[in-house]
């Protein structure tokens, strides 16, 4: 069974570009959440989709926003970007419930000069 | 607000040396917790996942522990090999009906040959 893939594996962008990052979930599962990680705050949560619908946000700016697909396929993208928005973004699925397993994709190298 | 922490930040011990990792949480109404590994650069590997009503789980060499009532766990590494260099992780995900984790900051290990 392939794993999660998130596409594309490195960025780089400047600043005040937008951005759009891309994760397939493992087949079957139904739920997918995205994370960043820096060297400075560690891994923080963005948003979890389930069916489609977001069902937790985490503590980001309105320029961060996420969708899923009905074939549980997620992107999220963010807007006017920071140097601060410098980050490895990780994605991990699940067959989404809370006995279940995580698990992460490679993640996207994102570098904003 | 849930909080993780994990002691030490960086452990170095010789090759063939049993090893203890910690993890620490503040609030104990958690669903489960995961341990994972990250090489550098690399998304994460889940290593073991143990809920709320379990106090242990064993995966090969190694060996994690909970104790949901004191806000612990453990994750034991038996006969450490250089292949096990890397960042240890501890995420809990908090009762609430999402899949978010709450992460600590990790233990980086290095196993020297």
């Known amino acids: 069974k392939a794993g999660v893939t998130q596409t594309p594996r490195y960025l780089i962008k400047t600043r005040g570009q937008q951005v759009t990052l891309s994760c397939s979930p493992i087949s079957g599962h139904r739920s997918v959440s995205w994370y960043q990680q820096t060297p400075g705050q560690g891994l923080q949560f963005l948003f979890e989709?389930?069916?489609?619908?977001?069902?937790n946000k985490g503590n980001f700016p309105g320029r961060f926003s996420g969708r899923q697909f009905s074939n549980s396929r997620s992107e999220m993208n963010v807007s006017t970007l920071e140097l601060g928005d410098s980050a490895l973004y990780l994605c991990?699925?699940?067959?989404?419930?809370?006995?279940?397993?995580?698990?992460f994709g490679p993640g996207t190298r994102l570098t904003v000069t | 607000k849930q909080e993780v922490t994990q002691i030490p930040a960086a452990l170095s011990v010789p090759e063939g040396e049993n090893l203890v990792l910690n993890c620490s949480f503040t609030d104990s109404a958690i669903y489960n917790l995961q341990w994972f590994r990250q090489d550098p650069g690399k998304g994460l590997t889940s290593l073991l996942l143990i809920q709320s009503s379990q106090r242990e789980q064993t995966s090969g060499r190694l060996n994690a522990s909970l104790d949901k009532s004191s806000g612990r766990s453990t994750l034991y590494i038996a006969a450490s090999q250089p292949g096990d260099s890397a960042t240890y992780l501890c995420a809990v995900t908090s009762q609430g009906g999402s899949e978010k984790l709450v992460f600590g900051k990790g233990t980086k290990l290095t196993v020297n040959p």
């Open positions: 989709y389930f069916s489609e619908t977001q069902r």
């Open positions: 991990a699925s699940s067959g989404g419930g809370l006995n279940y397993e995580q698990y």
